[in-house]
């Protein structure tokens, strides 16, 4: 009996929980881990299987997965996201911007074409023929639709100069023919100067034409750095180009090759051989400046220039009512005075005196050759760059009070101002 019993315990360790099947010891070890543990293991394999292929089947699914991976590899790891997704930048809001600010500014965009007499004199010494015709071209900008159009003074000016050869002498005469071709419009349209200011670089020109498509002007004052900006012009006669970057610098000061200083926009947006007088625009197509110069030569690459539109609207009315800009005038010369200079002929640092013209400003305050101009308006002075910037600011007719010093006293003077001759 108690043998019995034994047996019969002995023999119910082996049963499994599945049923009354008795197996040997090494049969039940293999088959009990086959199904408490691999079996288990594959079915949730294939459960996940089914899951994720359903959760990826649905788009609506799948883009929830992968956009809140993607979030939170950017948020662990913005330089290498560990999911394998390459992040794209799209590029379709700049090209929407580029081609609106085109779309707006280009029927406000003119070619202009120049005609000039060029005269030989050394030619004409041999019973030559000495004159040719030569041609220009430039850009312009509608600013009114009765046919008004801003431009650089340089693209509708010339002047006399010598050549690089000491041989020959060339005399270029004033345009004697200036077209305007508009946008999307083969016809060349005869044009007129209206006025043109050589300080400024800025001219204005008219064609007989109504129903034009002015264009708009931004606030040029609060551009930034880094801001979209836009070429519009005809480079080398290949009418309506543009050319894009942004606005690399504001308030620049730069000289040209007359020795003339402009405080201008910079830009890496090309700029080439024609593009003067037309625009820069931002990115809502508005003018803010007037293309007008560059810089070019081994090394240097995208500093283009433009006028601030801000400071051409009182020029640009003047030259309409006026033919010309109508400035305040002192009426002397001057030297400017730097600390080696002024040192080196025992003066002082500013502008020194060496003409004054007759009935002039000027003169009628008393100024004389010799004085050095130390201060105008309370603000110190030691270049003519300083007094004229000083000047401009007046109207004609104003009182302007300068201080001199004169064999080494100092004199305070009032000036009334005049007209420019």
Same mark, same amino acid.
């Given at each position: 009996? #108690? /043998?019995? #019993? *034994? *047996? /019969?315990?002995?023999?119910?360790?082996? *049963?499994?929980? @599945? %049923?009354? $099947?008795?197996?040997?010891?090494? /049969?039940r070890k293999h088959t009990g881990f086959g199904k408490s543990v691999l079996l288990p293991f594959f079915s949730g394999v294939v459960g996940c299987a089914v899951v994720i292929g359903t959760c990826f089947g649905v788009p609506s699914i799948r883009n929830q997965i992968l956009s809140s991976n993607y979030s939170t590899n950017n948020s662990t790891n913005t330089n290498t996201p560990s999911s394998g997704y390459v992040s794209q930048t799209s590029l379709s +809001?700049? !090209?929407?911007?580029?081609?609106?600010?085109? +779309? =707006? &500014?280009?029927? @406000? &965009? $003119?070619g202009i074409k120049i005609e000039y007499t060029v005269n030989n004199s050394m030619m004409s010494m041999f019973g030559k023929p000495s004159a040719s015709t030569a041609t220009a071209s430039g850009s312009g900008i509608i600013i009114s639709e009765d046919g008004y159009i801003l431009t650089n003074n340089h693209v509708v000016s010339s002047s006399t100069s010598d050549t690089s050869s000491s041989d020959s002498y060339y005399q270029i005469s004033e345009a004697t023919k200036l077209t305007v071709t508009l946008f999307n419009d083969s016809t060349e349209y005869t044009a007129k100067i209206i006025g043109k200011d050589e300080q400024t670089d800025l001219a204005v020109i008219k064609i007989d034409k109504t129903g034009l498509s002015k264009a708009e002007f931004a606030d040029s004052d609060s551009i930034k750095v880094g801001d979209f900006a836009m070429a519009v012009g005809n480079p &080398? %006669?290949?009418? !309506? !180009?543009v050319t894009a970057g942004i606005v690399s610098a504001v308030n620049r000061e730069v000289t040209d090759s007359d020795g003339k200083k402009f405080t201008l926009i910079q830009t890496d947006a090309a700029i080439n051989a024609g593009n003067s007088g037309g625009a820069l625009v931002n990115s809502e197509g508005k003018v803010i400046g007037i293309n007008t110069l560059k810089m070019s030569g081994t090394g240097i690459e995208g500093m283009g220039f433009a006028i601030p539109i801000n400071s051409t609207t009182d020029v640009t009315s003047q030259l309409i009512q006026y033919s010309k800009v109508k400035r305040p005038y002192i009426g002397i010369s001057g030297i400017d005075l730097n600390e080696e200079t002024a040192k080196t002929y025992n003066l002082v640092m500013g502008v020194y005196v060496k003409s004054v013209e007759d009935f002039s400003s000027a003169e009628k305050a008393g100024v004389k050759p010799g004085d050095v101009i130390i201060e105008a308006d309370g603000s110190k002075i030691t270049s003519m760059d300083d007094l004229n910037k000083i000047k401009n600011s007046h109207k004609i007719g104003d009182e302007? *009070? &300068? =201080? $001199?010093?004169? /064999? %080494?006293?100092e004199k305070e003077l009032t000036l009334k101002l005049g007209e420019q001759p």
């Open positions: 009996m #108690e /043998e019995n #019993e *034994k *047996k /019969e315990n002995k023999t119910t360790n082996f *049963k499994t929980v @599945s %049923g009354p $099947v008795v197996l040997n010891q090494k /049969e +809001n700049y !090209s929407d911007t580029a081609v609106y600010a085109a +779309n =707006k &500014i280009l029927p @406000s &965009i $003119v &080398i %006669g290949l009418q !309506s !180009s302007m *009070k &300068i =201080k $001199v010093n004169r /064999e %080494g006293q």
